[in-house]
C-alpha cells in the first residue's frame, strides 16, 4: 500500500531556508508527488509537482522562494527566504491508478 | 484566471442531505476530471470522490460509496456532490479540485488548483 510519510512539525526563522520532507513507502520510489500549502483557514494552494528525478514544476504565480529536490523515495520542499505568509500546513500528495486518495498527514510549519 | 467558487454547505442532521456545487471559471471545463477532497476539523486532506471530463466515469472512497453521488454539468461549469444519508463523520470543509492533466476520459488526481471550501456540519 502506497503511503506517504511526512513529519507533523517544522519551525524556522524569518529569513532562513527550510527544508520539508516527504518519503513514499517501500516499492514506490518512482511516483511524482505534488506539495499543497494551506494557510491557516484557506483552501489548499497547489505549489509544485516534482518527479521522482527532482525535476519539478511550479504552479502559476508560484515564487521561486519555492524548490523541490530529491529522488528515489524521499522528497523536498524548501522555502528559502522564509516570509511570515509561509506558515502553513504542507501536503504533500501523489496519484496512479485505484490510489487517487494519498495524501501525507501534513507537516505545519511555524516561522519564528 | 483559473478558479474553483463552492457552495450548498450547512447544518444538517444526520441521516439527511446536502447539495455542494462548484462553479469553475478561466479553463475549459469539460477537460478535465474534478474531485472532491475533504478535511475534518483538525485533520488531513482525504479523497471523496472523482469524476472524468466527460462525466462518464466515476469513483468514490469508500467511505463514502452508495450515499454521496458526484455529478457535473459541462454547460454549466458546475461541479456538484449530492449528500445522502448523512453522518456526524462527514462533518468536513469540502474543496473542490481539478486535475493538471488534461483528459475527457482519465482521471489522473494530479490537482494543481482548489477551491476556497464550503463546510458541511452533521449534527442533530
Known amino acids: 500500500q502506497l503511503v506517504l510519510t511526512q513529519p507533523p512539525s517544522a519551525s524556522a526563522s524569518l529569513g532562513a531556508s527550510v527544508n520539508l520532507t516527504c518519503t513514499l513507502s517501500s516499492g514506490h520510489s518512482n511516483y511524482a508527488i505534488a506539495w499543497h500549502q494551506q494557510r491557516p483557514k484557506r483552501g489548499p494552494r497547489y505549489l509544485m509537482k516534482l518527479n521522482s528525478d527532482g525535476a519539478h514544476s511550479r504552479g502559476d504565480g508560484i515564487p521561486h522562494r519555492f524548490s523541490g529536490s530529491g529522488s528515489g523515495a524521499e522528497r523536498h520542499l524548501t522555502i528559502s527566504s522564509l516570509q511570515s505568509e509561509d506558515e502553513a500546513d504542507y501536503y504533500c500528495q501523489t496519484w496512479g491508478t485505484d490510489i487517487p486518495w494519498v495524501f501525507g498527514g501534513g507537516t505545519r510549519l511555524t516561522v519564528l | 484566471e483559473m478558479q474553483l467558487l463552492e457552495s450548498g454547505g450547512g447544518l444538517q442532521q444526520p441521516g439527511g442531505s446536502l447539495r455542494l456545487s462548484c462553479t469553475a471559471s478561466?479553463?475549459?471545463?469539460?477537460?478535465?476530471?474534478m474531485s472532491w477532497v475533504r478535511q475534518a476539523p483538525g485533520k488531513g486532506l482525504e479523497w471523496v470522490s472523482g469524476i472524468s471530463g466527460s462525466g462518464g466515469h466515476t469513483s468514490y472512497a469508500d467511505s463514502v460509496k452508495g450515499r454521496l453521488i458526484i455529478s457535473r454539468d459541462n454547460s454549466k461549469n458546475t461541479l456538484s456532490l449530492q449528500m445522502n444519508s448523512l453522518r456526524a463523520e462527514d462533518t468536513a470543509v469540502y474543496y473542490c479540485a481539478k486535475d493538471e492533466t488534461s483528459s475527457q476520459t482519465m482521471m489522473v488526481f494530479d490537482f494543481d488548483l482548489w477551491g476556497q471550501g464550503t463546510e458541511v456540519t452533521v449534527s442533530s
Open positions: 478561466g479553463f475549459t471545463f469539460s477537460n478535465y476530471a
